[in-house]
């Protein structure tokens, strides 16, 4: 089921499930890394925009109340829980998932466990309530932890999602099957954390926490037409940095414009620039020390970026990734001059690179430490067949799953690859 908004002049119907109490448990340990734990919060917030109307306390007897626990090492849990007074709607509470931050610590997977059962379900839950856990993980967890992981297997339905090629033998399976009580349609084995963005999944989930749902309209007078849209949501600002360098070449520059191009058609863009939903897209030239070259500003407007392109010229110069990064991270994202339109408030910023890695050294250290700082999601295209591989998983936090390597740059415009990235992206 898909977001549906009925045009009757102003009226919006909304979307009520039959009521579920649900809690996502997110593993936030340092195996994980800073943009796996990014992309299982846009899947808590995905999943949260498609369950309607929330009930705002405990006495409401349909919709429903969310709540996350995240979780690593001994004692470091952090949760929003069922009964947050705070939480009076779906924003609200994607509000405070955004401002969840990576614990990057061990991974105490069974305390967490119980502790979402003793302190979020047990005192938490409606009478009338079907309740239901997701659980996101690596599968790595501490031994030294003595809990069991059968902890939520007491009234709930245990979904558990293990990420990661560990979990294709058997015996990494058995961690999984008995978090989710043995019930194996539960338990699902995800190549990658970007897997948990892909349209068929999270429709497949919905499906399985809102079977029947009920859909109340305003009882006003409509006009015939009725329009169904798709459901934008997430706000995200996306720079691609695009290598101005002589190694590439102008052929493979323009190449690089021509992909980019074809991924903005690909994203769901805003509206407008403060809109709350939807992508904008930036695109940054580099070349020397000093060789900064903004395409495009932050923008949603296809024509514009388009017409943009068209009227780029290639630098042919040197490169000084790292230089590029923190002006990106200064006068795009954060706009301390306010020469820009800057990152929307609440919106993810995402850093795509697409480069072969040979950069200079200076200010790169520098640059991995303000993009952190500031949150941003990386994502790395390794392009030719001589890379810099290690300078490149620096670029995306050491992360592998988040470096994608193609040896030639047609291969960026294979039907395949462009889907990965969007849904990477969004």
Known sequence: LSYTRE???CCDCQKT?????????????????????????????????RLGKMAKNSSELSGSRLGVVQYSHEGAIQAIKLDDPSIT???????????????????????????????LITPGRR??????????????????????LDAL??????YAFGIGDMFESNAEKEPLEKIACNVQDRVRNLSIYADLMAEEFLEEMEQNLCSDPELVCPDLKCASAVTIAPFSDRPTDIVFFVDGSERPGGENFMNSLHFINRVSHELKLAKKDNDSYGARIAILQYGGETQQTLLVDFSYNIRQIEDALLQASYLESTSHLGS????????????????????RM?????FVFLTDGVTSDKNFPEAIEAMRKNNIVTCGIALGSDVDHERLLQAVYKEPTSLFMLTKYSDLFGDRFVKSIVQWLY
């Open 127 to 148: 009478p009338a309530a079907q309740v239901t856990v997701v659980v996101i993980t690596d599968g790595r967890y501490d031994p030294k932890d003595q809990n069991s």
């Open 89 to 119: 709607s779906v924003s609200t509470f994607k509000s405070k998932v955004r401002e969840m931050e990576w614990i990057a610590g061990g991974t105490w997977t069974s305390s967490a466990l119980k502790y979402t059962y003793e302190r």
């Open 7 to 9: 045009t009757c002049g």
């Open 324 to 343: 590029a990064i923190l002006y990106a991270v200064e006068s795009l994202v954060n706009n301390r001059q306010g020469r820009f339109r800057g990152a």
């Open 17 to 49: 499930c039959p009521p579920i109490d649900l809690v996502f448990v997110i593993d936030s340990s340092e195996s994980i890394g800073q943009t796996n734990f990014s992309l299982a919060k846009n899947f808590v917030i995905n999943i949260a925009s």
């Open 153 to 158: 297997c007491r009234g709930a339905d245990v």
């Open 346 to 350: 609440n919106a993810e910023v995402s």
